[in-house]
């Protein structure tokens, strides 16, 4: 293959895209996204707050909550500016070394998402099966090393994969088939040999979403067998009502993704708008739905919040 055949990383400019087939309505698209990036943002924003200034919330379960909303931050703040441009003003190209960049937070923030939610699931486990020890086995300072960790595996992680989309060429179209830069379709465009990053690419979802999936479900099974072993009714309904709303955040995390994986492998005739509005939903029904999520279903968030607005509200 010819030289002139291939870019230099630091010179290629990909294309992202937009809706395709509906690129006349982007402005109308545009409104009902504009809608969820609000929703997302204040509200991952009020969870954050609440907990940091009401200290009868400083208890393991909503510092693990504060890691979710700060990662559903991220999540939205990655593609926030990517979506927007091509909406509004079509605003398409980007730059390799900017692509990476942005495809890096946004697979770290889903990785770091991923490991939170098991670490809530720990959480839950160790409150129903051991209350006792509750307070002694999540201690200030293992919060704190859980949370080292959730950032040092997505980090380590993601560097391994971006370093290896590094080392390719380019050759062939630089469109990409979403508004924002994905690991999959990066990779598709080079016209090197791809298989040790399709093979890192798969390891990484196995080691992280899918080992995490794994654990997550195995907790809620020992949850399940320890609340089945209790006596009353009464407690285990109390048992169970605290798991709800984790259990709404896993959903609304893993049916995206799981959805996203079987488009891209068996939806090759489905209409290209469906990768896109799929692909879109993926990055933003987490942030959207999880405060919604937990301040409905956790009474000492609801209180938290509705105590925050009367507070700002006698102070005006």
């Excluded at 002139?4 to 990909?14: G, L, T, V, Y």
């Excluded at 500016?81 to 398409?92: D, E, K, P, S, Y």
């Excluded at 009502?241 to 609304?252: E, K, L, P, Q, R």
Aim: net charge positive.
């Amino acid at each position: 293959m010819s030289n002139s055949q291939n870019f230099k990383s630091s010179s290629i400019i990909f294309l992202l895209t937009g809706v395709p087939g509906l690129e006349a309505f982007h402005i109308w698209i545009s409104i009902p996204f504009c809608f969820l990036y609000a929703t997302a943002l204040s509200g991952n924003s009020l969870i954050l707050f609440v907990i940091i200034t009401q200290p009868s919330l400083h208890e393991p379960m909503y510092y693990f909550l504060s890691m979710l909303s700060t990662t559903d931050l991220g999540l939205s703040i990655s593609t926030l500016v990517t979506m927007l441009g091509i909406f509004w003003f079509n605003t398409r190209e980007i730059s390799f070394n900017a692509c990476l960049s942005q495809m890096f937070f946004i697979q770290l923030f889903t990785v770091m998402e991923s490991s939170v939610l098991l670490a809530m699931a720990f959480d839950r486990f160790v409150a129903i099966s051991n209350p006792l020890r509750y307070a002694s086995v999540l201690t200030n300072l293992k919060i704190v090393m859980i949370g080292v960790a959730i950032i040092t595996r997505g980090t380590l992680t993601l560097t391994i994969m971006v370093v290896l989309l590094k080392r390719l060429s380019y050759c062939r179209s630089h469109v990409l088939l979403h508004s924002y830069c994905f690991y999959p379709d990066v990779m598709k465009l080079s016209c090197t040999d791809t298989r040790i990053n399709s093979a890192v690419g798969l390891t990484a979802l196995i080691t992280t979403a899918g080992v995490d999936s794994i654990f997550i479900v195995l907790s809620y099974v020992l949850i399940i067998r320890t609340v089945l072993s209790i006596a009353s009714p009464e407690e285990r309904r109390k048992a169970f009502s605290t798991c709800v709303s984790h259990i709404g955040a896993v959903a609304v995390f893993y049916i995206p993704l799981i959805s996203l994986s079987f488009v891209h492998r068996f939806g090759k005739g489905a209409p290209p708008y469906v990768y896109t509005l799929i692909a879109n939903a993926y990055l933003l029904i987490p942030p959207v739905m999880n405060p919604i999520i937990y301040s409905v279903k956790t009474k000492q968030i609801r209180k938290a919040v509705l105590k925050v607005f009367h507070s700002s509200v006698t102070k005006t």
